[in-house]
């Protein structure tokens, strides 16, 4: 089967390795020069089975509400004259209740185990090199009511498997002693060995070649100028060079839509629509002073919601949602505010270690931004559209790095015909696992509207 994939991210190139596994003829398209130059850039870093959790709680109404008076807050709403914004928002704010939080928690950590599995055999199959460590993730809190919530957030993902333990302050300094600066502020935490964090631009780029090598035939630096359809399939996706400016005509068997938060602008032209709305999230990276004193140990800071992992001889900071559309500017007010917190608390939490200077005092610190794909339910659309040829595996939010291999294996999978071993309800898909009926089974799966 020929299959064209829309985006070179994670999550396409993923999809396209797994293709390429099950005899398939590939063909990948992304505008930019090389793989994952967008959402997959500089985030995280991390693999966070542990942390596989929908944005939308009980709590979280309140909270947003409370944060939209704060250019520092984890999560920005900001206003936009945008249907599609007031209409992700009350789509989000249905899924606020605890008996949504556990379905969807379900299907997160559900695809979450199914993809780190997927990720181990890749890295043991290719050797792919990217700073990965295998240190687990910790989560410290600096307030004490929220560390007293802490053993419950534990439990909930003690029960679907994943060991997320809570550990006092002296046993985190044991786990991660590069936190000793900060204990006085530390009340305690949590701690899952079984997480761990590595680069995933490198990791995807270096996946990206080695599809190449396979015979993949890569189109980058090529916009997708416009899919046509005859209302029952997609008959051919027109594409255009950026640097020649010649056009091309993609014909396939099956396409597929991974173009992270373009995917809904891009189905809307043929007139599909999906609840999948950016997230603008902000990382920096900072070059080490001290390596040594440096943490190996993947890490989150409860109270700015922020992640902190290294990658060799560096330190990546990233953290917030600002809900705004499609911005990726750096240089306003409020984009250069946030990434100001992001190396300020660096330097409170480990004093001296980066190198948080500013240009203007002579540091290089690598800002960036990117727009994190989320569903109101955080959990991402994986398989058919109503077009019979057309696919999509897109709307992973924040957790694109922890979901990626596994998407893209699931998808290869029902694409080729075969059901991925895992109890997750794949968008269009009418089958059932381990005893849950189908109808209940999308209804998990599906945000507001979509099932």
């Known amino acids: ?63 947003t509400l409370k944060w939209m ?17 007031w209409r992700w928002g009350l789509q989000f704010l249905a899924q606020c209740n605890d008996a949504a939080f556990e379905r969807n928690v379900a299907q997160l950590v559900a695809l979450g185990s199914y993809s780190h599995s997927a990720l181990k055999a890749v890295v043991a199959a290719t050797g792919i090199d990217y700073h990965r460590l295998e240190r687990g993730i910790a989560h410290y809190y600096t307030d004490q009511k929220s560390f007293d919530g802490a053993a419950e957030a534990a439990a909930v993902m003690q029960r679907f498997g994943v060991k997320r333990r809570v550990v006092s302050r002296n046993e985190l300094l044991t786990i991660e002693p590069a936190l000793q600066a900060f204990a006085d502020r530390i009340k305690g935490g949590t701690y899952t060995q079984s997480d761990e964090s590595g680069d995933a631009r490198s990791f995807t780029q270096q996946l990206a070649a080695l599809c190449g090598q396979r015979g993949a035939r890569l189109m980058f630096g090529h916009d997708i100028e416009r899919l046509d359809s005859d209302g029952q399939q997609i008959r051919e996706v027109r594409v255009r060079d950026r640097q020649s400016g010649s056009a091309h005509v993609l014909k396939a068997d099956a396409f597929v839509v991974a173009s992270g938060s373009y995917t809904t602008p891009l189905l809307q032209s043929i007139g599909l629509s999906v609840p999948i709305y950016p997230g603008k999230g902000y990382s920096a990276t900072l070059p080490l002073l001290q390596p040594e004193k440096a943490p190996s140990v993947s890490m989150i800071d409860d109270q700015l919601k922020i992640a902190v992992s290294r990658l060799g001889n560096q330190l990546r900071v990233a953290g917030t949602i600002e809900l705004g559309g499609f911005d990726l500017s750096l240089d306003t007010p409020l984009a250069k505010k946030r990434c100001e917190m992001l190396v300020r608390r660096i330097e409170q939490v480990f004093p001296g270690v980066a190198d948080t200077r500013t240009p203007e005092q002579g540091g290089d610190p690598q800002f960036w931004c990117g727009l994190r794909p989320a569903t109101p339910t955080n959990i991402p659309l994986i398989g058919r559209l109503p077009l019979k040829n057309l696919w999509i595996n897109a709307g992973h939010g924040t957790l694109g790095w922890t979901h990626g291999a596994g998407s893209g294996k699931a998808l290869a999978e029902l694409i080729s015909g075969e059901q991925p071993a895992m109890d997750f309800g794949f968008h269009g898909m009418a089958r059932a696992a381990h005893g849950a009926s189908t109808s209940a089974r999308l209804r998990v799966a599906q945000p507001p509207g979509q099932a």
């Open 1 to 63: 089967m020929q299959v064209t994939i829309l985006g070179a991210g994670i999550i396409g190139v993923s999809t396209a390795w797994h293709l390429l596994e099950r005899g398939h003829e590939v063909t990948l398209v992304d505008r930019q020069p090389d793989a994952a130059l967008e959402t997959s850039f500089a985030n995280a870093a991390q693999i966070s089975v542990s942390y596989c959790e929908p944005w939308a709680n009980k709590d979280a109404p309140l909270k």
């Open 69 to 85: 008076f704060s250019d520092e807050s984890p999560l920005l709403f900001r206003p936009q004259l945008d249907w599609a914004q």
